[in-house]
T-cell receptor, first 116, second 117 residues
Framework: AQKITQTQPGMFVQEKEAVTLDCTYDTSDPSYGLFWYKQPSSGEMIFLIYQGSYDQQNATEGRYSLNFQKARKSANLVISASQLGDSAMYFC?????????????FGTGTRLLVSP | DTGVSQDPRHKITKRGQNVTFRCDPI?????LYWYRQTLGQGPEFLTY????????KSRLLSDRFSAERPKGSFSTLEIQRTEQGDSAMYLC???????????????FGPGTRLTVL
């Protein structure tokens, strides 16, 4: 069964610094997608970045990049040049492709606090 | 705003009452999903529609829960005989089926926070 593990309940970073949020996953499907979402206190899940299991390069979207290490089954999110508005919960999620199921399986999240 | 919308944003009800939530997906999206999120947890999948067909249902979706998407556009999620354990945030998401399987991104609405007294 697919599983996502986020071992950091909370992370602190100073403004303008970079921060890495950890995510490890478990699946027996060789084809899968990995996603990161941001959830501010307002509650809405905001899509940040996607990485496919067969993608050759690590995904990047602006200040967000995904450090994908397939052999270690990790998909860490790197936020560069942190901003105060980055303070939020961050969730890693996975969807298996070959099963045909469309559901996302989420981790328990990491709360990021950016200080001035 | 052309994102996913949900109504109501907050609902307080007494145990035993029925509640219904509505989700309007992004207009061109053919897939629609419902998730439930309790405090301190990530969202948990409930059910999924492709157009008007309900293709996946989680075991979390007990007999008291029913979801519809009658014309392949908006969707409703009804909970009958609510229980205190149903208190949660109910999130709706939509996506557009891509050419490559599994690559479509789910975009979420703001959620409906349900409190059962």
């Amino acid at each position: 069964a697919q599983k996502i593990t986020q071992t950091q309940p909370g992370m602190f970073v100073q403004e303008k610094e970079a921060v890495t949020l950890d995510c490890t996953y478990d699946t027996s499907d060789p084809s899968y997608g990995l996603f990161w979402y941001k959830q501010p206190s307002s509650g809405e899940m905001i899509f940040l970045i996607y990485q496919g299991s067969y993608d050759q390069q690590n995904a990047t979207e602006g200040r967000y990049s995904l450090n994908f290490q397939k052999a270690r089954k990790s998909a860490n999110l790197v936020i560069s040049a942190s901003q105060l508005g980055d303070s939020a919960m961050y969730f890693c999620a996975m969807r298996e492709t070959n099963t045909g199921f469309q559901k996302l399986v989420f981790g328990t999240g990491t709360r990021l606090l950016v200080s001035p | 705003d052309t994102g996913v919308s949900q109504d109501p944003r907050h609902k307080i009800t007494k145990r035993g009452q029925n509640v219904t939530f509505r989700c309007d997906p992004i207009s061109e999206h053919n897939r629609l999903y419902w998730y439930r999120q309790t405090l301190g947890q990530g969202p948990e999948f409930l059910t999924y529609f492709q157009n008007e067909a309900q293709l996946e249902k989680s075991r979390l979706l007990s007999d008291r829960f029913s979801a519809e998407r009658p014309k392949g556009s908006f969707s409703t999620l009804e909970i009958q005989r609510t229980e205190q354990g149903d208190s949660a945030m109910y999130l709706c998401a939509s996506s557009l089926m891509g050419l490559r399987a599994g690559t479509d991104t789910q975009y979420f609405g703001p959620g409906t926070r349900l409190t059962v007294l």
